[in-house]
């Protein structure tokens, strides 16, 4: 008999993994909470938010899951898998001690200096610092100042304008009590999503996401507005530079503690013109949407993949990848990122759920009472799509979303524009 899994948020990146989990042979039964109207066709929806451990603990209690799996970090952080394991669930995502690479941005440039894995060089600004003087000592390039909080996204400025600097760093100080100032590290970004627990450790193909919202890479930062998968920039060699310095040392440093790291860490790369790799940033969780073009080139059962990193058993799976391109392109709803219009109704998604080479993510979608399915966020849906190149997956992805009609809506035509 397969196992019950209740995967935890309600995103295109759950979506992504109700997804795989539908067509893994180890899973029998999927639960999502709170899910969306994309994952209701894999299971049952409940309706406890991410943000209520002790709801979600009890949810799983309820209906007595093998396991679970979070998508989002802001339960990690609040030490959703802590409970979880006091209950012995089974919990695919890391305890809180280790939610802090992403919570922090202070604790992960720690745990990056005590693995010896590159990444920029910082100070740490507080209230008695010379602001100007820290300034002028990295003012060859954009200044890059990070808060040391949790801030969905919105916690980094990279500006040339001193006096935006000025006006960040003291109310992140004003706020949290310290601000860091990084060194700017020129070069591409590229996602490596490595697998993890204490006995091993799998690296995923390398993505690369868009982060921002018009094409050309112009005007503000998203949560994401595209991705493809493998990301060519991460040559062979780029790769293997990756897990000696980073990946391996990560992993060492993390395994060496009393509580182990299970679940995915997203690495966030930064790749120099001479090919070195550098970390721009930790995440604890799948990349949205980098997690919906990277599941689906894994040849096999994810839902063994990730029970093995919930419970230790790494070190056995033996995992595969397709030789295959995946593209996803994300409609965003009027008005994202500053503002979203939410509440319209979304035409000619259904059609493709169970198509094998496109189909649509749910991210921002709810059905009304009419079981009309209607946008109700930022980022609404995304297409994906695989096939042998990522021309033709871009094209399908394309192809397939000029046929969804959402008034205001908006996409980047220009997905995958760095590897074509
Ligand atoms: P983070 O939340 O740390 O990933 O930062 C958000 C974005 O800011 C990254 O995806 C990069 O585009 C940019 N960024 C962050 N740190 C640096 C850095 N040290 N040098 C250049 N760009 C950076
Ligand atoms: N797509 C970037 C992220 O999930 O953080």
Known sequence: MGRSVLVVGGGGREHALCLALSIS???????????????????????????DIDGLVDLAKRLAVDYVVVGPE?????GLADQLLLSNIPCFGPQQVHAELEGSKLFAK?????????????????ASSNINAYLDARSEDPWVIKRDVLAGGKGVVVTSDRSEAIEFIEQSIETDGHVLLERFLPGEEASM??????????????????????????????GGMGAYCPA??????????TVERIVEPMHSHLSAMDIPYRGVLYVGLMIDENGDPYVVEFNVRFGDPECQVT????????????YGAATDQLSKAVVSFKSQHALTVVLASE??????????KILGVERSLDTSSTWVSHAGTASDEQGNIVSSGGRVLSVTSVSDS????????YARIQQIQLEGSHHRTDIGHRAL
């Open 25 to 51: 042979e180890s899973i029998d039964t999927i639960h999502a909470t709170p899910g969306n109207a994309g994952t209701h066709h894999f299971g049952t929806n409940h309706n406890v938010s991410a943000s």
């Open 74 to 78: 802001a339960p990690l952080c609040d």
């Open 110 to 126: 720690k745990a990056m200096d005590a693995a010896g894995v590159p990444t920029a060089e910082y100070d740490v600004l507080n």
């Open 193 to 222: 999503l490595v697998v993890m627990d204490k006995s091993g450790y799998v690296c995923l193909p390398p993505s690369q996401d868009h982060k921002r919202a018009y094409d050309g890479d112009e005007g503000p930062n998203t």
């Open 232 to 241: 060519p920039v991460v040559t062979q060699a780029i790769h293997q530079k």
């Open 295 to 306: 599941l689906p080139l894994i040849d096999g059962d994810v839902g063994e993949l990730l």
């Open 335 to 344: 008005g994202y990122p500053k503002s979203a219009v939410k509440g319209r």
């Open 390 to 397: 990522l021309q033709n997956a871009r094209d399908l992805s």
